[in-house]
């Protein structure tokens, strides 16, 4: 692993409708870089669907990258997630027994995830633009936990069991959980702070 204060961590709460990246893919797209200016060679660890919001963390250290997207790790991902209809629990549990779902038209089996749905309406920040409504069909928000990271996972779960997506939040890491940020805001960290808000121990492995 590297030493410390060689690199630089920053901790992002990615605004929706910005590009996970530093260059658009087609004019007038917003990108990364017209949100903050990361220093040379600092590059998300991970992604975010430009549709999607919250919890990206930025880095150029390639050992940490490492920990976090390498699947062998499992390093939990948690998200918020609105979701059109009023699903309940027995709706939701072949998350937990891993659903079988189809990208670029094959099938894909994925590990078994967990969710909660809350009792309470999650406090987060106002989407801009707000969710579009329709007022005769109710929404609901999950929590789900995975442990991967398939292209548009969630959206893709969530749609094979009837309930398509209208808000995604990534809201934790591993142990660490994104709370007072809002969108757009970044916050710099040592790796010594990375480490112990992921619950890594002080080598990058996961604590038991």
């Known amino acids: 692993?590297?030493?410390p204060g060689r690199f630089h961590y920053f901790l992002m709460y990615k605004p929706y409708g910005v590009l996970c990246q530093f260059t658009p893919e087609v004019p007038g797209?917003?990108?990364?870089?017209?949100?903050?200016?990361?220093?040379?060679?600092?590059?998300?660890?991970?992604?975010?669907?430009?549709?999607?919001e919250g919890m990206l963390l930025l880095t150029d250290d390639p050992g940490l990258k490492t920990i976090l997207l390498d699947p062998a790790n499992r390093m939990a991902k948690s998200y918020a997630v609105q979701v059109e209809g009023s699903p309940a629990e027995a709706d939701l549990a072949p998350l937990?027994?891993?659903?079988?779902?189809?990208?670029?038209?094959?099938?894909v089996s994925l590990r078994p995830a967990f969710f909660r749905i809350p009792l309470h309406p999650l406090e987060l920040p106002e989407r801009i633009p707000p969710v579009r409504f329709r007022k005769q069909i109710p929404d609901t928000w999950v929590e789900i936990v995975l442990t991967?990271?398939?292209?548009?996972?969630?959206r893709r779960m969530m749609a094979a069991l009837g309930f398509p997506v209208l808000r995604l939040v990534r809201t934790g890491l591993g142990n660490w959980k994104m709370t007072d940020l809002v969108p757009g805001q970044v916050v710099s960290f040592n790796r010594e702070e990375v480490l112990e808000r992921l619950g890594l121990g002080p080598k990058g492995r996961l604590r038991d």
Do not use: C, W
């Not at 917003?30 to 999607?52: E, H, I, M, N």
């Not at 991967?148 to 969630?154: A, C, F």
């Open 1 to 3: 692993m590297s030493k």
């Open 29 to 52: 797209q917003t990108t990364l870089a017209d949100v903050y200016a990361f220093p040379k060679g600092v590059y998300p660890a991970g992604r975010l669907d430009q549709d999607s």
């Open 96 to 107: 937990t027994e891993g659903l079988t779902i189809r990208i670029k038209g094959k099938p």
């Open 148 to 154: 991967e990271g398939k292209n548009r996972q969630v």
